[in-house]
Structure formats: structure tokens, C-alpha cells
């Protein structure tokens, strides 16, 4: 496939998946530059795996328009982390690809599991907001694209951390959705 054309299915896959997710209350530019390298799959690292997180990812597995791969998965549970899996892997089994040694716990896991991405992949972040900016800040100095489930932030220290944080992965042209 061209260059070109992987250009255009990574477009439509992260508007369908934003759309699908109730996409976008922080700022969504025209998507100009977004690729992973390499093959045209759009790899995926879950961070936070509870109820939304297991219901984001399930979303961005759903797209039609474009390969996407779970790859890493990451939680401070064990039993939170393995029971995401498991829904996850008996419904899309054939767009997951996380063995264990990519299955990631504690309060360092978002790391190891961003690190597992391209830039140009995919984080879903869907913690507890209070975690939000330092993985949002960890993935734009990686250069991935994110998803983070509502509320982003807190207080209002954080708030203006996340809107600084936002101006940063616009220069460079990453993108942000939150759900509505
Ligand atoms: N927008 C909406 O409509 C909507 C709906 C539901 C939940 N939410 C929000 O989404 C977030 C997640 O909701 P949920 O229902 O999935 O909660 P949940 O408790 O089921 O899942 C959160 C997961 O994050 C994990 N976690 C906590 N701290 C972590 C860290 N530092 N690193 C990695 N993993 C960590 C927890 O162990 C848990 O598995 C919450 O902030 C919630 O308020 C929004």
C-alpha cells in the first residue's frame, strides 16, 4: 500500500474511532501527518483497564476503516488488568496481540506500555483524571496520539498543566480526543 493510501485509512480510522467514542471535546485539528511507520496497523496501548477502558478499546477494535492492534495493556491491578484481557481477547482476538510480557502493572506500567507503541500510535487513557497529564506528557514526548476518556482534570493547577500540555501536542502534531 502507498504511503498515500495508509495516510488516508489511519485519517478515516481515528474519525470513525473518535466518532465512536463520542469524540471530541479538547481541540481536533485536520489530521495531516498521522502515521506509525512500518506496516499500516495502528497499534493501540490500553492504559487504565476497568469499564471504559475495556469499553474504548473494544470501540477502537471495532473501526472498519483501518488495521488496529492492541498491543500493551497497562494497570496497577493485576485482577483489574487480566479480566479487561480476557473481554477483550474472546471478542478480538484477532486484532489483540499482548502477551504477558506486555501486560503492565503499577504506577510505572503507562510507561512501558507507551513505549511499546510507534509514533503515530494510539494511547487510551482511561485511569482516574488524577493520573491523566503525566501520561499525556510521557506520550507526547514518545509522539503518540491519545484518547482520554472525561474528566481530563480536577483542579485548576492541573487544568492549566493539561491546556499547556494540549498547545505542546498541537507543535507537534499530535492528536488529543476526550469523550463528550
Ligand atoms: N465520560 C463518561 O461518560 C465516563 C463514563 C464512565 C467513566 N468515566 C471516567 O472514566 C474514568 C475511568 O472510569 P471507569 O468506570 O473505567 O473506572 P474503573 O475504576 O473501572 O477503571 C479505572 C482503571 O484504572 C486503573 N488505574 C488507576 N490508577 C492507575 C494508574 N496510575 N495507572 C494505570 N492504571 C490505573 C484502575 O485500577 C482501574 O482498573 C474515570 O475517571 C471516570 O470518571 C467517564
Known sequence: MSKQNSGVLRREFLKTSAKAAAASAVAIAPMPHLFAGGDNTIRIALIGCGGRGTGA????????????????????????????????????????DVPADRQFLGFDAYRR?????????????TTPPAFRWVHFQYAIQKGINVFMEKPVTVDGPTTRRMLRLAEESVKKNLKRWASD
Not at 494497570?75 to 484477532?94: N, P, Q
Request: charged residues 30%; proline residues 4%; contains cysteine.
Open 113 to 125: 506500555a507507551i513505549d511499546c507503541l510507534r509514533p503515530g500510535d494510539v494511547a487510551i487513557f
Open 57 to 96: 478499546t473494544a470501540n477502537a477494535l471495532s473501526v472498519k476503516s483501518g488495521p488496529t492492534k492492541l498491543v500493551a495493556m497497562a494497570d496497577v491491578f493485576e485482577d483489574r488488568l487480566s479480566r479487561s484481557f480476557k473481554s477483550l481477547e474472546h471478542r478480538f482476538h484477532k486484532r489483540m
